[in-house]
């Protein structure tokens, strides 16, 4: 079958989501206009209502194709409705954030993930289209608690919302479609919510229509693929998060944001990995709390920079199951180590060679029990990650300790 003849297989389909979807963004344009109603309501309107035919898409459509082509159509909409200034409904928010041109691409790529099966498109939809209205909601009107998310906050009620509603959607879901059995439903309901809150909570400029979605198919594709030993893992990643952010919040002067990346960095890393790798991040945690100075406060843009590229890694190794992706993932996690004792040296005035010196030694010599014939390349690719981190420091790349350590792991990779 030609990619034309999917296209007209789903024709019907596809111009039902089309003209559902345009017939809201006019409503709300039109309701924008005539009476003045926030942005926020407006926005969250067509949120909610495009996530209800969203929920349809496995009986609306068959192929991939058609989500493609759907998808990149209003992503073009939402682009135009930008640029001619015709979608102020969407897109007049005083927040920076890109979660509207997300959301299509969200679509899509959990399509893509689930292979079909309804339940893992549609659960994870679902809690993007609800439970982040919701949050949203219920922070705006009765949001009292509030802590800080890099440039943005969040409040605790509204998380709270969330989490119910993420729960909620998440055990409809799947008690209509009878998978798993009692009692492991609402131990992977538990899972999920407790995720994708998380998830949630450090998000920034409108990236959680992206990462929600994601969350939640990862968490229930591993549980339901896998069986009670991947769901009894994530478990106790998040028993051992909790107690490690109680065991160090006062000494490391843990936020909320970043104690939430906290939880979900040894969450993650247990619950994919074991404790092969989980042992080298907390080796480089437990470096930093020796080292760090005093009165800095521990946020999520000081955790997140130095765990990213380890935790990509960890995803392409919970995607393909490549044991080959162990040593990147170390390299990645000493050449962090080596730019953030770095730059404590530089704030605190200590001799910095030895300490990036240190930052590298430490998280590899944690993991030598399970790569020590890799330890040479290991040290020699991770030392080279501060030099190409300091050169990118001249230059305007967001990210640049991310790119730096990620670039090294994949040159470890092929090294071995």
Known sequence: ??????LLEDAWGSLFIATYILTLFVGAELWSRRSRAPTEWTRKLTHVGAGAVVLAFPWLVQHTISVVMLAFAFAGVLVGGKLSGMLGSIHNVERSTGGAYYYPFAVLFTWVLSGGDALLFCVPLGIMAVADTGAALVGQRAGQ????VMDGSRTMEGSMAFFSL??????????IAERPGWP????????????????????VRGSDNILIPYAAWLAMERTLTLGLEQLGAWIEGMALGV?????TAARAQLSTAGAVTVFLVVTSAWALGGLAWVTPLAALYAMFLMVRPPDLKTDLDD?????????AVLLAYAHTDDPTLYVPFLTSVAASGAI????????RDWNRPLAAVVGIVVPASAALPWAPEHWPVLLIAAASGLPLFKALDHTPLVGRRFAAALFVSFAAWFWV
């Open 184 to 203: 492991a439903l609402l131990l992977v309901t538990l899972v999920v919510a407790v995720l994708t809150t998380s998830v949630e909570a450090i998000s």
């Open 166 to 175: 993420a729960f909620t959607v998440t055990l409809v879901g799947c008690s």
């Open 1 to 6: 079958m030609t990619w034309t003849d999917r």
């Open 145 to 148: 608690t509030r802590y800080r």
């Open 340 to 347: 953030a004792s770095w730059l404590v040296a530089e704030a």
């Open 243 to 247: 107690g490690l952010i109680m065991a």
């Open 303 to 311: 955790v997140f920079p130095t765990t990213a590229a380890g935790m």
